[in-house]
Antibody, heavy 118, light 110 residues
């Protein structure tokens, strides 16, 4: 059973960089033809797809966030990561990592709350 | 890339059926077979309940069904149960290897 777990700071100052890591267990991140994805949800609002990465390093990102988003993968640690630069209060949200199995998300992490505040 | 359009809320009584719509464009819902639906209970991560428009993952009751016509997709829940009360989100492939969610629908079981 694949499991995903997000980790990272819960508080980030405005204009700084939000950095999160997702650790995958129960299987190798390199096995199968899966993309590994970041999704976020502001409090009381809907889900927003941020972007995804394949283990080759190939990435795709939401056009509205593309200039600020970097997604990377470390197959040796079975992890993938999100960096979001120049954050503002609008980036405050629950951030989820998930497995993208041909354009649907079949496994999700529990989510981690990130607050942008000084 | 605009969010897909869902009704903010729907409701139904136990045993009844409800349908949640998800409207997009020919560049997302209408153009591909990759529509999925997620159920989210308060404070929990979303759970996949429908993928590829109408397929159900193992363990999801057959009370949940999906369909698509033109630029709109639908999720139907039959035989409503109290535990179905949750938020529901649709998601579609939107071309250029990107994906887009709907705004979400709150289902109330009366």
């Amino acid at each position: 059973q694949v499991q995903l777990q997000e980790s990272g700071p819960g508080l980030v100052k405005p204009s700084q960089t939000l950095s999160l890591t997702c650790t995958v267990s129960g299987g190798s991140i390199s096995s199968g033809f899966y993309y590994w994805t970041w999704i976020r949800q502001p409090a009381g609002k809907g889900l927003e797809w941020i972007g995804r990465i394949y283990t080759s390093g190939s990435t795709n990102c939401n056009p509205s966030l593309k200039s600020r988003v970097t997604i990377s993968v470390d197959t040796s640690k079975n992890q993938f990561s999100l960096n979001l630069t120049s954050v503002t209060a609008a980036d405050t949200a629950v951030y989820y990592c998930a497995r993208d199995n041909e354009y649907h998300f079949d496994y999700w992490g529990q989510g981690t709350v990130v607050t942008v505040s000084s | 890339q605009s969010a897909l359009t869902q009704p903010r809320s729907v409701s139904g009584s136990p045993g009844q059926s409800v349908t949640i719509s998800c409207t997009g464009t020919s560049r997302d819902v209408g153009g591909f077979k990759y529509v999925s639906w997620y159920q989210q209970h308060p404070g929990k991560a979303p759970k996949l309940i429908i993928y590829d428009v109408s397929k159900r993952p193992s363990g999801v009751p057959d009370r949940f069904s999906g369909s698509k016509s033109g630029n709109s997709a639908s999720l139907t829940i039959s035989g409503l149960q109290a535990e179905d009360e949750a938020d529901y989100y649709c998601c579609s492939y939107a071309g250029s290897y990107t994906e887009v969610f709907g705004g979400g629908t709150k289902l109330t079981v009366l």
